[in-house]
């Protein structure tokens, strides 16, 4: 399986200022169509997961433009620009280019 | 409106079955690839099974490879997870997923699991 590690994994964030997380696979994710599937996920508390960024940087609709993907290989982030108080939950990384899919351990934020 | 709908989550003693649904509205399901994805009580997300639009190809992961059987009914929109010989570890919250490509765009609300004597 395709392992995928996530960091830091507690994130303590001021508003307004910007975050960084970082996530790493153990392989490459080139899937056969060419494309790799490295997506990100928010889960507020108490909340399903909801989808921010699909193949590295692809922004889902309605998601804020202050979250941004970037990373090739097998090193990814998810950057907010600036963060604001409902951003605050569990993010994860996740792989769908090889089955098993897999995700992260997760990335709690939460404000300083 | 689009949605997934799970059920049939309960309390269930080791080595017992149970059986989920996941009841999707608002969309063409029989056009969709589906999933299981599960999270352990304060823990993170795992895929679980997955399942091709027809129904005619089928995955799961290693932890449930032979206990577990994802099947669907296209003509009710409605996802299943049969679980078997079920373990204490198999307590958790199991969503239903829709697949869009090597990701999920679409999750249900959840429905609860828990494995105990």
Request: a neutral charge.
């Amino acid at each position: 399986d395709v392992v995928m590690t996530q960091s830091p994994l507690f994130l303590p964030v001021t508003l307004g200022q910007p975050a960084s997380i970082s996530c790493r696979s153990s392989q490459g994710l080139v899937f056969s169509d060419g494309n790799i599937y490295l997506n990100w996920f928010q889960q507020r508390p108490g909340q399903s997961p909801r989808r921010l960024i699909y193949k590295i940087s692809e922004r889902d609709s309605g998601v804020p433009d202050r979250f941004s993907g970037s990373g090739s290989g097998t090193d990814f982030t998810l950057k907010i620009s600036r963060v604001e108080a409902e951003d605050v939950g569990t993010y994860y990384c996740m792989q769908g280019s090889q089955w098993p899919w897999t995700f992260g351990q997760g990335t709690k934020v939460q404000i300083k | 409106e689009v949605q997934l709908v799970e059920s049939g989550g309960d309390l269930v003693q080791p080595g017992g079955s149970l059986r989920l649904s996941c009841a999707a509205s608002g969309f063409t399901f029989g056009n969709s690839h589906m999933h299981w994805v599960r999270q352990a009580p304060g823990k993170g997300l795992e895929s679980v099974s997955a399942i091709s639009s027809s129904g005619g190809n089928t995955w799961y992961s290693n932890s449930v490879k032979g206990r577990f059987t994802i099947s669907r009914d296209n003509s009710k929109n409605t996802l299943y997870l049969q679980m078997g010989s079920v373990r204490v570890e198999d307590t958790a919250l199991y969503y239903c997923a829709r697949e869009i490509k090597g990701d999920y765009d679409l999750w249900g609300q959840g429905t609860l699991v828990t494995v105990s004597s």
